[in-house]
C-alpha cells in the first residue's frame, strides 16, 4: 500500500540547445522558447500538462550546454526512460543529456551554488559564416594583455548596475564573482569564462563587449574602473552579440552538472 503522505516525486535533468531561433530559454506568450518546447514534450509524454523550473533564464541567442530544470513526473517513470522518450520528443536544436531524482523541494534556480557562462571569440577579423551564430568576431585587433587585466579587475562582490540591461527589483543589483579570466590556448578562438552565484541580464555580454571596445583602443581603460564602481562612464556599455555566449554549468551541492567544454569546438579547447 502506498504511502500517501509521502512528497510527490520531483526530477531533474540537464539540457543543451543551440538558441539561434528561440527568444530566449523562458516561456513567453506567442513566441518560440526552450521552456515550451520541453514543456509541450514532457506534455505528450505525460497526458498532462507540465510546468518546468529553470536554473536561469538565457536571452535570445543565447546557447546553454548545460540549463537544469526540474519538475515532477507521474508514477510510474524511470530517469533512464524518461531520458530516451524525452530526447525522441524534443526538436533537433535541444537535448536532454541527463535525467535523475532530485529531492522533492528541489529548485535549480534557487537551489544552485555559482552558475559559469563561456564567451567565445574567433580572432582575425575576416567573415566566418558558419561561425555566424556561435562566435563573435570583432572587427578590430585586440591587445590580449589588456582583456587580461580587465578580466582581473571582476571578481569580487559588487553591483553590476553599469553592466545591466535590467536589475532585479526584489534581489538587487549585487552579484558575487568567483572568477573571470580570458583564455587565449588555442587560436583562432579565445574565450573569456566567468563564474559567479548570480547574473544580472545581459551582464556578461556587456562585460566582454566593454572588454572588447577597450582592448580595441576604442574606449579608455578609466571607463571599466568607472563602471565596476558603479559610475557613469564617458557612452553607454556595449553588449557582445548572443551567439557567442554559453552557458555551461550550473553548480549544486559543490559539484557541477557539467564540464566547461563546448560541444562544436576542437577537444583541445575544452582543456582547463
Known sequence: ??????????????????????HGSQLQPGVRTVQREVEEALGKLFDRPVRIDLAGRTDAGVHATAQEIAFGPPPGWSPEE???????????????????????????RFGAERRRYRY?????????????????????????????????????????????????????????????????DHPPFFFFEIVADRFLHHMVRYLVGTSVEIAAGRRPFEDFERLLAGEAASRPVFPAPPGGLYLTGVRYGGEWNSGPGIPWLPAEAHRR
Open 120 to 184: 567565445v571569440i574567433a580572432e582575425g577579423g575576416r567573415r566566418r559564416p558558419f561561425l555566424r551564430d556561435r562566435a563573435w568576431i570583432p572587427k578590430w585587433p585586440l591587445d590580449g594583455d589588456a582583456l587580461a587585466r580587465l578580466a582581473a579587475a571582476i571578481p569580487g562582490e559588487r553591483s553590476f548596475e553599469r553592466f545591466a540591461r535590467a536589475g532585479q527589483p526584489e534581489r538587487g543589483t549585487r552579484c558575487r564573482v568567483a572568477s573571470a579570466a580570458w583564455r587565449f
Open 1 to 22: 500500500m502506498s504511502d500517501s503522505t509521502a512528497p510527490p516525486a520531483r526530477f531533474r535533468a540537464t539540457i543543451e540547445y543551440d538558441g539561434t531561433s528561440f
Open 82 to 108: 524518461l531520458a530516451r522518450a524525452l530526447g525522441a520528443n524534443l526538436p533537433d536544436d535541444v537535448a536532454v543529456r541527463k535525467v535523475s531524482h532530485a529531492a522533492h523541494d528541489f529548485h535549480p
